[in-house]
Structure formats: structure tokens, C-alpha cells
């Protein structure tokens, strides 16, 4: 079946640690993005990428990186240097350019501090 | 100012009711797109339906209907003849033609369906 696959669904993170959230499509679709929900808040856009190897940075980019090197693939790194990363982290994409298309999201990754 | 704006943080509806799930909008741009989801508690997030600025007639998707009044700017969800399983967060969202890459989310409201 076709959608976004995000791993793992739970991270534990220590102090000073760089940590990675997975994010993978097989929907064929350019746009990717990554966004953060803290509890009972909406979407906060951290990231998005319209094509391979091109991202832009959203509202909270800070203490965040991606990297786009394949079009199924949007993978978001959570750096030490974000101090309070724990929250719900949702990736999306989108099929094309059109007013009309929404996002697709996955079941989303909880990040907490160990 | 807040791109999208939803009033009700918690909303209470007795099962086979209809509810109204309210949302404002504040855009400049004529060519705009209008999005309901629903995430319920396990955190998914599932579209729901869509309003473009330019359709004349409101959305609907099955039990749910839109109620757009573009002067207004407003954007409400209704959802016919609630069932158990309707209880979730909902989120209203919107794109903006000239930065389509874009989408912004109201803060939700929580709907919960009572037996």
C-alpha cells in the first residue's frame, strides 16, 4: 500500500545527543515536510523540501537539519543544540503544485528526554 | 496576526447530533485553499475535506460539510449524525496560492462524542 512510513514511533533521547527521525514515502510525491505538535497545539512547520537535494526552513528550524537525497526520503535530525525537543513530530508530503492537494501525513515519531 | 484561528478548544456532542466545529481565516490572497483533518488519539492526522476560495458551492464529504462564507472569512466544519468514532482533535488549515508550499494550522478544537 501506498504512504508515509515514519520510525520509530518512539525516541528517547540523552542529553547532548544528536538523534534522527525516519521518514519515507513510496507515493511518488515532490513536496516532504516535517512538523512538530506540542501537547493539545497544532502543527508547527520545521522543515520542507519541494525537490531532491533543496529544502527550506520553516517557522522552528532552529536546532533541526534535514537532508533530501532521495525523492522518498526526508530524514529530520533533532541536534543537541535543540533544548527542548520533546513533542510529537509529524512527517507529510504532497502529490503536486495544485491549490486543491492536501498533505498525506504518517502516524508520526513521540521524541522525549531520557 | 494568526493565519488561522479556532475559537473552541473542547467541544461536547451527543451521539446521532450535528456539530460545528468553528474556523476563521485571515489571508490577502484571492487564490486559497481551505483543509479540515482529524487526528484522533494514536496521532494521526486524516484529511477530511477541502474548500477552494473560488468553489461557489460548499464542500461535502459524506458526513461532513463545510460551511464557507468567504466574506466572513470563516470556514466551519459540520458533521452530520456524530458517531463514537468522531471523537478527536480536528484541525483546520489553510494554503496560500502565492506560497503554495505552505500550509497553516489552527490550533484545533476537541471533539468529544457522548453515548
Known amino acids: 500500500d501506498g504512504g508515509i512510513t515514519q520510525s520509530p514511533k518512539y525516541l528517547f533521547r540523552k542529553e547532548g545527543q544528536n538523534v534522527t527521525l525516519s521518514c519515507e514515502q513510496n507515493l511518488n510525491h515532490d513536496a516532504m515536510y516535517w512538523y512538530r505538535q506540542d501537547p493539545g497545539q497544532g502543527l508547527r512547520l520545521i522543515y520542507y523540501?519541494?525537490?531532491?537535494?533543496?529544502?527550506q526552513k520553516g517557522d522552528i528550524a532552529e536546532g533541526y537539519s534535514v537532508s533530501r537525497e532521495k525523492k522518498e526520503s526526508f530524514p529530520l535530525t533533532v541536534t543537541s543544540a535543540q533544548k527542548n525537543p520533546t513533542a510529537f513530530y509529524l512527517c507529510a508530503s504532497r502529490e503536486g503544485q495544485g491549490i486543491n492537494q492536501p498533505q498525506h501525513f504518517g502516524d508520526g515519531t513521540r521524541l522525549s528526554i531520557l | 496576526a494568526q493565519k488561522i484561528t479556532q475559537t473552541q478548544p473542547g467541544m461536547f456532542v451527543q451521539e446521532k447530533e450535528a456539530v460545528t466545529l468553528d474556523c476563521t481565516y485571515d489571508?490577502?490572497?484571492?487564490?486559497?485553499?481551505l483543509f479540515w483533518y482529524k487526528q484522533p488519539s494514536s496521532g494521526e492526522m486524516i484529511f477530511l475535506i477541502y474548500?477552494?476560495?473560488?468553489?461557489?458551492q460548499n464542500a461535502t464529504e459524506g458526513r461532513y460539510s463545510l460551511n464557507f462564507q468567504k466574506a466572513r472569512k470563516s470556514a466551519n466544519l459540520v458533521i452530520s449524525a456524530s458517531q463514537l468514532g468522531d471523537s478527536a482533535m480536528y484541525f483546520c488549515a489553510m494554503r496560500e496560492d502565492y506560497n503554495f508550499n505552505k500550509f497553516y494550522f489552527g490550533s484545533g478544537t476537541k471533539l468529544n462524542v457522548k453515548p
Open positions: 474548500q477552494g476560495s473560488y468553489d461557489e
Open positions: 523540501s519541494q525537490i531532491v537535494n533543496d529544502f
Open positions: 489571508t490577502s490572497d484571492q487564490s486559497y485553499g
